[in-house]
T-cell receptor, first 110, second 116 residues
Framework: GEDVEQSLFLSVREGDSSVINCTYT??????LYWYKQEPGAGLQLLTY?????DMKQDQRLTVLLNKKDKHLSLRIADTQTGDSAIYFC??????????FGAGTRLFVKA | EAGVAQSPRYKIIEKRQSVAFWCNPI?????LYWYQQILGQGPKLLIQ????????DSQLPKDRFSAERLKGVDSTLKIQPAKLEDSAVYLC??????????????FGSGTRLTVV
């Protein structure tokens, strides 16, 4: 079935780079996304990548897609305390459904 | 532009009571989604509307949950009767695109439901 897996926690020091990883199962997924959720708020779309791309950069964010391994990663450069949040990976499947992972909680230590 | 509006922000009810949530999507967004997010999990789709028609309600527990989007704009989600396991955040999202193209959703802040 369709599934998205993420590690649950990541802790980094302020100023370091953070890398959050995700694997998905539907090889016909067309779009893959990263969302950010802060406490008490809804999900905020950070970025998305189309499945025919292998990299996308947007300011401090770099998304890498390995379609062969069905692996997606989000790199945040120069991580700040304001980046502390839960990050959700999601795939838009061939059946036109968006499936979310359980989220990776990022802790940034000052 | 205004975001996705949801109300109420919080609701506490006793089991077997009924509750309703309201959502107003971004103006012009044809597609509206209701998601359930249980603590510690990712959002799970309950129902998807395209304008005022239901596109996907395969995960909606229809014996107790209902949703409508009568004029193709705002939407209500109802639970009757509520169970303890319905305690969750109910998120509404909208998008401009329909099936096939999906540049991501805009989410509201959610309604946190506690069933006691």
């Amino acid at each position: 079935g369709e599934d998205v897996e993420q590690s649950l926690f990541l802790s980094v020091r302020e100023g370091d780079s953070s890398v959050i990883n995700c694997t998905y199962t539907d090889s016909s997924s067309t779009y893959l996304y990263w969302y950010k959720q802060e406490p008490g708020a809804g999900l905020q779309l950070l970025t998305y990548i189309f499945s025919n791309m292998d990299m996308k950069q947007d300011q401090r964010l770099t998304v890498l897609l390995n379609k062969k391994d069905k692996h997606l990663s989000l790199r945040i450069a120069d991580t700040q305390t304001g980046d502390s949040a839960i990050y959700f990976c999601a795939e838009y499947t061939g059946g036109f459904k968006t499936i979310f992972g359980a989220g990776t909680r990022l802790f940034v230590k000052a | 532009e205004a975001g996705v509006a949801q109300s109420p922000r919080y609701k506490i009810i006793e089991k077997r009571q009924s509750v309703a949530f309201w959502c107003n999507p971004i103006s012009g967004h044809a597609t509206l989604y209701w998601y359930q997010q249980i603590l510690g999990q990712g959002p799970k789709l309950l129902i998807q509307f395209q304008n005022n028609g239901v596109v996907d309600d395969s995960q909606l527990p229809k014996d107790r949950f209902s949703a409508e989007r009568l004029k193709g704009v705002d939407s209500t989600l109802k639970i009757q009767p509520a169970k303890l396991e319905d305690s969750a955040v109910y998120l509404c999202a909208s998008s401009l695109q329909g099936a096939g193209t999906n540049y991501g959703y805009t989410f509201g802040s959610g309604t946190r439901l506690t069933v006691v």
